[in-house]
């Protein structure tokens, strides 16, 4: 990645942070050494440069013009960041991520397909002595789902939880959040979100087009006016825009991996949002 990527990526968080209005320090009593503006624009370029914090800080150290750009005068500690990372609100994550997709995504606008899945992500850091009792690396498991627009591959709402769930219980959810800013035409999901209750909720609360393929048990369907449609009329030109979904997955983790640094599951999450949201930003 160029100097002049770097100087782009920081510009646009820089303008995205503000538009989100975020306030500048936490506290009237704050030190105001930096702000929250800074700080936040530092651990967005931390993890599009895959370091750790101790390491990111050195390395920040040698980039004089962004450190200009961002307005520091001097290169906050790691600790700094490692504290400000643990104190930032986890709504202020969804607020970013909205202003992100308002600048591709105008008031009005509808969404063709959206498409929704889940996938995993795992802590890199495990205890070295119970590791070694075990005979083998022991790792926390973060189940993500996500709503992305199958045109655009941008994220458009997420969904997390510490054990494994059954898919369907977070499509309202991501559902909701995709109505909340912008307006899908058509869902399509995998055979895991397969439920009449979803196909309902799309069809006569959202008021779109849903297309999530039939379970069958022992060759039978046993229930649901729409998935006996399904079974009937199924649009597989339509569903295979939901191989976006996973399309975006790979992106993601071809880039910043499939492992996350941070040890507690709140920072985790932290984490892949913000990965989240450099994708949608350098799309």
Request: aromatic share 10%; glycine share 4%; proline share 2%.
């Amino acid at each position: 990645m160029s100097e002049n990527r770097y100087i782009n990526l920081v510009k646009t968080s820089l303008e995205v942070i503000r538009n989100s209005r975020i306030p500048l320090h936490s506290s009237k009593y704050s030190k105001k050494k930096y702000n929250q503006h800074q700080l936040f624009i530092l651990l967005i370029l931390k993890e599009e440069i895959g370091k750790d914090y101790r390491d990111f800080s050195e390395f920040v150290h040698v980039l004089t013009p962004l450190k200009r750009i961002i307005g520091l005068k001097e290169v906050p500690h790691f600790t700094t960041l490692q504290k400000f990372m643990k104190r930032i609100p986890s709504h202020t994550f969804r607020t970013i991520l909205n202003n992100v997709i308002r600048m591709s995504h105008k008031k009005g606008d509808k969404i063709k397909i959206t498409s929704i899945d889940a996938t995993g992500f795992t802590s890199s850091y495990a205890s070295h002595y119970y590791s070694k009792r075990i005979n083998k690396t022991r790792k926390s498991f973060i189940k993500a789902s996500i709503a992305v627009d199958s045109n655009s591959l941008m994220i458009m709402g997420w969904k997390f939880s510490k054990f494994p769930v059954h898919d369907s219980r977070h499509a309202k959810s991501l559902i909701n959040q995709v109505q909340k800013i912008t307006k899908s035409e058509c869902y399509t999901m995998d055979k895991g979100y397969d439920s009449e209750n979803i196909h309902e909720y799309i069809r006569n609360t959202i008021g779109a087009e849903s297309v999530i393929p039939v379970r069958k048990w022992g060759g039978n369907i046993y229930s649901g006016k729409y998935r006996m449609e399904m079974f009937r009329d199924f649009d597989q030109k339509k569903y295979g825009q939901r191989n976006m979904v996973e399309t975006v997955f790979s992106m993601i983790k071809r880039k910043y991996g499939d492992t996350v640094r941070s040890r507690k599951y709140v920072n985790q999450v932290k984490e892949i949002k913000i990965r989240m949201i450099l994708h949608n930003m350098t799309l």
